[in-house]
């Protein structure tokens, strides 16, 4: 595929917002997992929480978009001049050639919680102050981004489990290739909820300690939430030289919560995205891993990446240090190996100790220097959705 540039990049996570504290944390080896001390939540684990999103505030003139998903989305478009770089291009394309795809696991389903806590126990009816459709609709995340940045270009959210903000990179490939947009913001955002809490623990996937991925004694997630975005255009190159240059999707169709034990779906995707690429596996000089901490995710993984890359590329997950970001995993993924790239830097695996012994593949504990012209990225989500995107330096 025609490389795409990415032109600029930002996200917010619980290390804080912008790409700094990220960049910071990761190179230093650190974990921004805390206690979970969420509101509702009693049962013991620990999440990645953004710092002092509950005082952030949306302008006035969004009021009906007021949730926590969309605050967290709010602070990650502040960062790092992307709004600038948004204008500027507005200005030499116009707002209708500007395409927003945005992924997400479950919106702004805090606020139905909420409302649902306030209805009338009498009758039933919500507060008349709900905002369903700006707030809690899959639709909303987009429908906002677009109203906050003056967009008017096509424009949907994609909601695919834990690849949806892997795989809108795949939506704007075939945007910009079509002709139908000369640039388009990608990103994805999820913010803590009790739904998700209590439903991953639920299902037994939730850590009690922090998530440990792949450390023998891993038990579990911990869940996170964070925004992230970048903007790509089909610009040979852009300020950095960092380009999107592969992806791959495929669909496991074996379970609704597990992946397939043998990696068959993602090492499809894989071997997707190098294919895209035009890369042989000896060209991957790190691969950032779903890694989510769970004994059956983490292995069949490394059973995907041992038979697409062999067992001599490193690689790392990063959800030790911020949680599991659910629909915004992909793009917490994705900007991080930009910033390795940029930076030299591989990440760490915070808090594995001692790697699974069934675990193959050659798992980073801490952070290294590193060359890199060629980053994979992995995103696998409930249902078998799988997406993988490959980025790279052009010199």
Known sequence: MPRLAVEAMTLTNAFGPGCGPTLAGLQAGQSALTPGDFPGLEFETWIGRVPGIETHRLPSRLGDFDARNHRIID?????????????????????????????????????????????????????????????????????????????????????????????????????????????VIV??????????????????????????PMDQNREGISIGEGAGFMILTRAPDAEDGISLIGYGESSDAYHMSSPHPEGIGAARAIADGLQRAGLKPSEIDFTLLHGTGTRANDLSEDKAVIHTLGDKSACASIKGAIGHTLGAAGIMNAVVACLSIREGFSPGTAHLVTQDPEIHSKVLKQPQPLTAHHVLTNAFGFGGSNAVLLFGRSS
Do not use: H, M
Request: proline share 4%.
């Open 75 to 183: 602070l990650a478009l502040a960062q790092d001049r992307f709004r600038e770089k948004v204008s500027a291009l507005t200005r030499r394309f116009g707002s209708d050639r500007i395409g927003v795809i945005i992924g997400t696991s479950t919106s702004g389903i805090l606020e139905t919680e909420r409302a649902y806590r306030r209805r009338n126990p009498k009758d039933g009816p919500l507060p008349d102050d709900f905002r369903y459709r700006e707030r809690q609709n899959t639709a909303a995340p987009a429908a906002f981004v677009q109203a906050l940045l003056g967009i008017t270009g096509p424009a949907w959210v994609l909601s695919t489990a834990c690849s949806s903000s892997s795989k809108v990179f795949a939506s704007a490939a075939r945007l910009l290739q079509a002709g139908w947009c000369d640039a």
């Open 187 to 212: 990103g994805g955002a999820d913010s803590l909820c009790l739904t998700t809490l209590y439903g991953f623990k639920a299902l037994d996937l939730v850590a009690t300690l922090p998530s440990r």
